[in-house]
């Protein structure tokens, strides 16, 4: 059974993308935050609406949230649509 997004949940998920998928979160800020010039980021937050990453952009870091299509019902939900994302945003680079 997935886990409620709650702020343990997202905790949980923001050290798992930071730690193994840092250039999908370069991507996300890249394609979903407009910032073709990222050159890292970090996924600091992630909430039924959409994540919050720390994307670093011209050698300026800057706060970016990026919203979600539909509001996410759990951490299974989380987990389907960033892998979504990524095969988009990788369709569009």
């Not at 250039?23 to 980021?41: K, M, N, S, W």
């Amino acid at each position: 059974m997935a886990d409620p997004l709650t702020s343990a949940v997202s905790d949980r998920i923001c050290a798992h993308m930071n730690d193994d998928h840092a250039e999908a979160i370069a991507l996300y800020a890249q394609v979903y935050g407009d910032r073709p010039t990222t050159e890292a980021a970090e996924m600091v937050d992630i909430d039924p609406q959409g994540m919050t990453l720390n994307a670093t952009v011209d050698g300026i870091t800057e706060v970016l949230r990026i919203e979600f299509d539909h509001t996410l019902t759990d951490s299974d939900d989380a987990h389907h649509t960033l892998v979504a994302m990524l095969k988009q945003a990788r369709q569009k680079g």
